[in-house]
């Protein structure tokens, strides 16, 4: 969805209550475009842990403005459907990263499944 008003209407359709009682939670989904006005905004908060962060941000649940208890997770998991379809780890965004020179400083390629670390410290890719 374009716009976390929608978000907000969508909550309200499956819960009951006003937009206003949704829109905090998922304009910190969105917060992100502030960044980047691109859809890789998403990675930072569009994954399963970012649906504990909301909780840890929000509270287990919220009350609506109908007195229902809904809880946060659900309508940040809702969120993340509705934009993506489904749900993806913090890891699928994460090995859609690609090595480049600046970000492996430090680092040298000891084959295909490693990385290491040039001080003897070893890292394994697991993708």
Same mark, same amino acid.
């Given at each position: 969805?374009?716009?976390? /008003?929608?978000?907000?209407?969508?909550? !309200?359709?499956?819960?009951?209550?006003?937009?206003?009682?949704?829109?905090?939670?998922?304009?910190?989904?969105?917060?992100?475009?502030?960044?980047?006005?691109?859809?890789?905004? $998403?990675? &930072?908060?569009?994954?399963?842990?970012?649906?504990?962060?909301?909780?840890?941000?929000?509270?287990?649940?919220?009350?609506?403005?109908?007195?229902?208890?809904?809880?946060?997770? &659900?309508?940040?998991? $809702?969120?993340? !459907?509705?934009?993506?379809?489904?749900?993806?780890?913090? /890891?699928?965004?994460?090995? &859609?990263?690609?090595?480049?020179?600046?970000?492996?400083?430090?680092?040298?390629?000891?084959?295909?499944?490693?990385?290491?670390?040039?001080?003897?410290?070893?890292?394994?890719? /697991?993708?």
């Amino acid at each position: 969805m374009a716009n976390c /008003y929608y978000h907000s209407v969508s909550s !309200v359709k499956k819960w009951g209550g006003k937009p206003e009682d949704y829109q905090p939670i998922h304009d910190w989904f969105d917060e992100s475009k502030k960044i980047i006005a691109h859809w890789s905004h $998403r990675a &930072l908060r569009h994954h399963a842990e970012g649906c504990f962060a909301a909780e840890q941000k929000f509270g287990t649940s919220i009350k609506n403005s109908d007195g229902k208890m809904v809880p946060v997770r &659900l309508i940040a998991e $809702r969120h993340i !459907v509705e934009d993506m379809g489904w749900i993806p780890s913090f /890891y699928d965004w994460a090995i &859609l990263i690609k090595p480049t020179k600046w970000t492996m400083k430090g680092y040298r390629n000891v084959g295909q499944d490693n990385w290491r670390r040039t001080k003897s410290i070893t890292y394994t890719r /697991y993708y």
